[in-house]
């Protein structure tokens, strides 16, 4: 199963979008959602926290992003975080540590990360983040 995340987010704070496709075989689910005063990070998150709640526990699965904080995060720095209850190396609370638990608890050793360029041709990537910009539509016209 691959998984291509992406979220984007207009002020940051603002209203944001995340968008995920889950591609499995010749199968590919789009899913996406909106949230009005967000952060480009939180969609981020929230992009491959949804796409992970549609994949069966265990499958090998590889999630592609843009974003270096999620992978960072979920490869690098999570554990850590972990071990020090949740605080940076600089004794300074997590950002965003609800999704990051949320995110801990999906992960097995099933997942594998790949990051791509952001807004470099991808054809997945640029469809995520299409997706993730539409979500932020209902928001804009609004304003």
């Known amino acids: 199963i691959r998984i291509i995340t992406d979220g984007a987010c207009r002020g940051n704070p603002g209203p944001g979008g995340w968008a995920a496709l889950i591609i499995d075989g010749q199968q590919c689910k789009e899913l ?42 979920a490869t690098k720095w999570m554990k850590g975080w972990r071990v020090r209850n949740w605080m940076t190396r600089d004794d300074k ?10 995110l801990d608890s999906l992960l097995d050793g099933s997942i594998s990360w790949e990051q791509v360029r952001g807004h470099a041709g991808h054809p997945e990537n640029e469809r995520a983040d299409e997706l993730a910009r539409e979500g932020m539509a209902p928001f804009q016209k609004r304003r």
């Open 93 to 102: 609370p997590v950002e965003n540590r609800d999704l990051w638990e949320t």
């Open 32 to 73: 996406g959602g909106f949230v009005e005063n967000t952060t480009n990070n939180r969609m981020e998150l929230t992009a491959v926290i949804e796409a992970l709640k549609h994949v069966p526990a265990a499958s090998p699965t590889l999630i592609i992003s843009d974003s270096s904080y999620v992978i960072d995060g």
